[in-house]
């Protein structure tokens, strides 16, 4: 068993409240540090950073940390190769509160919104244990990881979202431009006009007519969703519907498995203890009900149970990644068991998003296909009647 596991499960319980109780004034005390640094001010595009730069700002750091480089040093190599302003600023206090005598995890906790709880215990168990550059290089990995994760989700949606735009935009002026055309030349016919055509027509007037108030509408529905999924049990209830549609739940669970199995592993491997590493996994599934999952587990945890009796009966992560974890209990090799789960399951959400965009994308030409087709469809419908209209009239 992992010596983090073993320590915290077989020790007295007088013994863990203990050693919990100093590991958390320690943290504590970082981040009360942090919260009385003058510094601590709104960094500008910090999701930028933390997305695209922090990955190769921590690859070079491990290097330069490697070869052995003081981390000042490091610093101020890395703060002249930044072209981002605002992380320049970063990387230049960071640099600046270490010289001062602060510890590299409290200087960063300056920045929350740049180096997240995840890291900032990820470098202080790297410190605690003499493996800093080590440490480092395994938050690169980790960091590089979830992007890759995070760029696969993004690129295999984009597709799907612009064909509805587009088809939603050309349908829309369509309707308020185009149609209203044809309505004038029809209203000569005198006649009674085809059932979709007429449908057609009356759409157009009523959007002409109220398609301002439809579109304010629509966007105070859009700011009242997002406050409800702002709040905590909007998010909750949000997620949980997540999770639950048709094919796409499936894909949410296996992201979340693979968020929450390298973020585990990596804070194992870092000697976080397994309370606070449970705490901080919490927050980094990106879904609300496998955080409270994990916090549930916690405290099952607290009591002296495996962290994989904890999750037998819940229903996000799938039974393989509670039996690899019950055996990386038993061989001590938690953190490497994890590792391998969170790559399998990137693989398997490689194969779904595949699989999802080979089939979304003769969905979407059959989408654009009716609502474009529909619309010529029926503006020309009275010209091929022509006669019997003319006739009538």
């Not at 480089?69 to 640099?95: H, W, Y």
């Not at 989408?367 to 009239?393: N, T």
Request: with cysteine.
């Amino acid at each position: 068993m992992s010596p983090v596991l073993r320590a915290t499960q077989a020790a007295p319980r007088g013994a863990q409240a203990g050693a919990r109780a100093t590991k958390r004034r320690g943290i504590t005390a970082d981040a009360n540090k942090a919260k009385r640094a003058k510094v601590k001010q709104k960094i500008p595009g910090a999701k930028k950073i933390q997305n695209d730069l922090l990955p190769s700002f921590s690859r070079q750091l491990s290097s330069m940390l490697s070869a052995g480089m003081p981390i000042v040093s490091c610093l101020d190599t890395l703060e002249e190769q930044t072209d981002n302003p605002g992380f320049k600023a970063v990387v230049r206090q960071v640099a600046r509160s270490i010289e001062n005598g602060a510890a590299f995890s409290e200087a960063l906790r300056q920045f929350p919104s740049v180096f997240d709880t995840l890291y900032c215990n990820m470098v202080k168990g790297g410190e605690t244990g003499g493996q800093l550059a080590e440490t480092i290089g395994r938050l690169a990995g980790f960091l590089e990881a979830s992007a890759r994760l995070r760029r696969k989700v993004k690129s295999a949606m984009m597709y799907p979202t612009i064909v509805l735009t587009i088809a939603i935009s050309i349908a829309v002026a369509m309707i308020l431009f185009i149609v209203p055309v044809f309505g004038k030349m029809f209203e000569d016919f005198g006649a009674k006009l085809p059932g979709p055509t007429q449908f057609l027509l009356n759409t157009s007037d009523f959007g002409r007519q109220y398609g301002l108030y439809v579109f304010a509408g629509i966007v105070f529905c859009v700011i009242a969703f997002k406050k409800w999924k702002a709040s905590p049990k909007g998010a909750y209830s949000f997620d949980s519907f997540v999770l639950k549609a048709p094919v796409f739940g499936l894909l949410n669970q296996k992201v979340a498995s693979a968020r929450f199995a390298r973020t585990f592993g990596q804070l194992i491997k870092s000697g976080v203890p397994i309370l606070d590493a449970l705490e901080i996994v919490s927050g980094a599934t990106g879904n609300h009900v496998a955080g409270r999952i994990i916090m549930n587990a916690k405290e099952t945890v607290e009591k002296g149970e495996p962290l994989s009796t904890a999750l037998v009966e819940q229903t996000v992560f799938p039974l393989m990644l509670v039996r690899m974890l019950q055996a990386g209990e038993k061989t001590g090799k938690v953190d490497e068991m994890m590792d391998n789960i969170a790559d399998f399951y990137d693989d398997e959400v490689d194969t779904m998003l595949a699989g999802l965009t080979s089939l979304l994308e003769p969905l979407l030409m059959i989408f654009l296909g009716v609502i474009i087709g529909g619309i010529v469809i029926s503006m020309f419908l009275p010209i091929f009647k022509m006669g019997e209209i003319v006739g009538g009239g």
